[in-house]
């Protein structure tokens, strides 16, 4: 017995929820999404909202060179094929490239505010990379039009009324002159916005929120505190589910699909435990609700899973008494290194964050590496940013008394405390240094790449990212393979069906996002590298749906 029943149905909120939705509502389908959060969003809403889309209409608009053929062969470079990794096949790379840059045309159709930023470079230095980067962002958006939904969106990262670029820029603010007008002009907007009653939200917040917008006024239905316990199944199709809502279950069936875009696993111990041995959940930057439920219920009607040992990865450090994992990304910057236990450089400290926490971890199974030590020197402390804090030696007390940071006079003293060996330390820092005094990096090749040189000091003229460790008191914080969410789950095919191990299709399933198998494999190839894809594969999804059901 059924107690309603839509066109279709999608688990979850997040960004690619509303895309989907926006499609099929254009096509005047009925569209349900439910939500287990009491607010809409997912860790969409939470995070930078950037979307890596090649061959974009901003870029176009631009000048700045792409091609399908070009992101093609970026992604067979930095992606490339592996039999274990089925959702980053060849067939899926072509379909995720040809369908990206239609997906954004889409939205900016519904009136979707977009914009590029304009320097993001791909993470990869290898064939049919893109140095000005293949990022699109939101707009700033004015959260008061969602009226009575507003109280209901999750809350940004960033609670000021300024571009992602714009805020990348305002640790430099204090050394720059264009910093500091960047700074004022933010300043003006925020009191003009309180003057005149706006409430601007941007990043990820704005993306949420503009899409939830338009999908509100596209007449979605949507239901928060309605978790999803079961998929229903009749003759091997989706037909449907069930969920829960005020203690009371409800089976509402879907004619044309259902669409799981509920988030991954990092927040759920026991599946880490399973797939991810020896990552911890509370390093994870996701919102609590990650915990993957969905992935397992299309296991339990036989839905395929792969890739379940990959996370898209940011380094992290834990503070006292912090609600949240605090990012600690500026390991790219110069008179810095990253050692393990022993004391000893193992990696390019300013490759993608992914590909970093993965070298913590493939190291930790070698020497103890997790934590790993940040070292650097006053020069550091001084210049840049250190764990979301603005640079400048005043930092909390309650890192210190924790040890969340540690301070000395000497590197000796520093290796004392942290319980590494004074001379090996010594010795990683003397090495280190005499490259950087010639401006190389002759062990990791650190600052030969474009990401490098962006993600470095940008107000140096040469070697962004190498400066020697040699000014007094110097510092060290531990450093955790965080994460913004897995990377694994339902396998799915080139129109985001949910398919089986012996790859045949479960008719009237679709998945995206982070309960998929990710198209990026083990990579990331650029900023947005999840956020895209997902939005990507659910509107791949929606036309399928609309295709199958007029055929």
């Given at each position: 017995?059924?107690?309603?029943?839509?066109?279709?149905?999608?688990?979850?909120?997040?960004?690619?929820?509303?895309?989907?939705?926006?499609?099929?509502?254009?096509?005047?389908?009925?569209?349900?999404?439910?939500?287990?959060?009491?607010?809409?969003?997912?860790?969409?809403?939470?995070?930078?909202?950037?979307?890596?889309?090649?061959?974009?209409?901003?870029?176009?608009?631009?000048?700045?060179?792409?091609?399908?053929?070009?992101?093609?062969?970026?992604?067979?470079?930095?992606?490339?094929?592996?039999?274990?990794?089925?959702?980053?096949?060849?067939?899926?790379?072509?379909?995720?490239?040809?369908?990206?840059?239609?997906?954004?045309?889409?939205?900016?159709?519904?009136?979707?505010?977009?914009?590029?930023?304009?320097?993001?470079?791909?993470?990869?230095?290898?064939?049919?990379?893109?140095?000005?980067?293949?990022?699109?962002?939101?707009?700033?958006?004015?959260?008061?039009?969602?009226?009575?939904?507003?109280?209901?969106?999750?809350?940004?990262?960033?609670?000021?009324?300024?571009?992602?670029?714009?805020?990348?820029?305002?640790?430099?603010?204090?050394?720059?002159?264009?910093?500091?007008?960047?700074?004022?002009?933010?300043?003006?907007?925020?009191?003009?916005?309180?003057?005149?009653?706006?409430?601007?939200?941007?990043?990820?917040?704005?993306?949420?929120?503009?899409?939830?917008?338009?999908?509100?006024?596209?007449?979605?239905?949507?239901?928060?505190?309605?978790?999803?316990?079961?998929?229903?199944?009749?003759?091997?199709?989706?037909?449907?589910?069930?969920?829960?809502?005020?203690?009371?279950?409800?089976?509402?069936?879907?004619?044309?699909?259902?669409?799981?875009?509920?988030?991954?696993?990092?927040?759920?111990?026991?599946?880490?435990?399973?797939?991810?041995?020896?990552?911890?959940?509370?390093?994870?930057?996701?919102?609590?609700?990650?915990?993957?439920?969905?992935?397992?219920?299309?296991?339990?009607?036989?839905?395929?899973?792969?890739?379940?040992?990959?996370?898209?990865?940011?380094?992290?450090?834990?503070?006292?008494?912090?609600?949240?994992?605090?990012?600690?990304?500026?390991?790219?910057?110069?008179?810095?290194?990253?050692?393990?236990?022993?004391?000893?450089?193992?990696?390019?400290?300013?490759?993608?964050?992914?590909?970093?926490?993965?070298?913590?971890?493939?190291?930790?199974?070698?020497?103890?590496?997790?934590?790993?030590?940040?070292?650097?020197?006053?020069?550091?402390?001084?210049?840049?940013?250190?764990?979301?804090?603005?640079?400048?030696?005043?930092?909390?007390?309650?890192?210190?008394?924790?040890?969340?940071?540690?301070?000395?006079?000497?590197?000796?003293?520093?290796?004392?405390?942290?319980?590494?060996?004074?001379?090996?330390?010594?010795?990683?820092?003397?090495?280190?240094?005499?490259?950087?005094?010639?401006?190389?990096?002759?062990?990791?090749?650190?600052?030969?790449?474009?990401?490098?040189?962006?993600?470095?000091?940008?107000?140096?003229?040469?070697?962004?990212?190498?400066?020697?460790?040699?000014?007094?008191?110097?510092?060290?914080?531990?450093?955790?393979?965080?994460?913004?969410?897995?990377?694994?789950?339902?396998?799915?095919?080139?129109?985001?069906r949910v398919l089986r191990a012996d790859g045949s299709v479960i008719a009237g399933l679709y998945a995206t996002g982070t309960s998929t198998a990710s198209v990026m494999g083990a990579v990331e190839g650029g900023p947005g590298g999840s956020i895209g894809p997902t939005m990507t594969w659910a509107y791949l999804a929606a036309r399928h749906a609309l295709a199958a059901a007029a055929s």
């Amino acid at each position: 017995m059924t107690d309603e029943t839509f066109d279709f149905i999608v688990v979850g909120s997040g960004a690619g929820s509303m895309c989907a939705a926006l499609v099929l509502r254009g096509a005047g389908k009925s569209v349900l999404i439910l939500e287990k959060a009491e607010l809409v969003g997912g860790t969409t809403a939470t995070s930078g909202g950037v979307m890596w889309i090649p061959n974009n209409r901003y870029m176009k608009a631009a000048g700045v060179p792409d091609s399908r053929e070009q992101a093609i062969a970026y992604m067979d470079a930095a992606v490339g094929d592996h039999a274990d990794r089925p959702g980053a096949s060849r067939e899926r790379r072509a379909a995720f490239v040809d369908a990206a840059p239609q997906m954004i045309d889409f939205l900016v159709e519904k009136g979707i505010r977009l914009r590029r930023l304009p320097s993001y470079p791909d993470h990869y230095s290898v064939a049919g990379a893109s140095v000005p980067g293949r990022t699109v962002v939101s707009e700033l958006f004015d959260a008061r039009q969602l009226g009575e939904w507003r109280s209901k969106l999750r809350p940004g990262f960033l609670p000021l009324p300024a571009n992602l670029d714009e805020a990348m820029q305002l640790p430099l603010m204090k050394r720059s002159k264009a910093a500091k007008k960047v700074l004022f002009r933010v300043i003006g907007r925020a009191l003009a916005d309180k003057l005149i009653g706006k409430q601007r939200v941007t990043a990820g917040a704005a993306l949420q929120a503009q899409l939830l917008n338009a999908a509100l006024k596209a007449g979605t239905e949507i239901r928060l505190q309605s978790p999803v316990t079961e998929l229903i199944v009749e003759g091997g199709r989706v037909v449907g589910v069930i969920t829960q809502k005020d203690g009371q279950a409800r089976r509402i069936a879907a004619r044309l699909g259902v669409l799981i875009n509920a988030g991954g696993f990092a927040r759920n111990q026991r599946m880490l435990d399973q797939y991810q041995s020896g990552v911890k959940a509370e390093w994870s930057s996701v919102i609590e609700e990650d915990l993957g439920e969905m992935i397992e219920a299309g296991q339990k009607i036989g839905a395929a899973v792969a890739q379940m040992d990959q996370r898209v990865g940011m380094q992290i450090t834990l503070p006292p008494g912090a609600k949240r994992v605090k990012p600690n990304l500026d390991t790219s910057k110069p008179h810095c290194i990253v050692v393990d236990q022993s004391g000893v450089r193992y990696m390019r400290e300013s490759g993608a964050p992914t590909d970093i926490c993965r070298k913590m971890l493939e190291r930790n199974a070698q020497v103890p590496a997790v934590p790993s030590y940040l070292i650097a020197d006053s020069q550091y402390i001084n210049t840049y940013m250190l764990a979301g804090s603005m640079p400048g030696p005043k930092k909390p007390q309650a890192w210190l008394d924790s040890k969340t940071l540690l301070k000395a006079d000497s590197i000796d003293e520093l290796a004392t405390q942290c319980g590494i060996d004074a001379a090996a330390l010594r010795a990683t820092v003397e090495r280190y240094n005499a490259g950087a005094r010639r401006g190389v990096d002759e062990d990791f090749h650190r600052g030969e790449h474009a990401f490098d040189e962006w993600s470095g000091d940008p107000l140096k003229a040469d070697a962004k990212t190498i400066g020697t460790i040699e000014q007094g008191p110097y510092y060290a914080m531990p450093m955790y393979p965080g994460d913004v969410s897995t990377f694994g789950g339902l396998v799915t095919d080139t129109a985001a069906r949910v398919l089986r191990a012996d790859g045949s299709v479960i008719a009237g399933l679709y998945a995206t996002g982070t309960s998929t198998a990710s198209v990026m494999g083990a990579v990331e190839g650029g900023p947005g590298g999840s956020i895209g894809p997902t939005m990507t594969w659910a509107y791949l999804a929606a036309r399928h749906a609309l295709a199958a059901a007029a055929s």
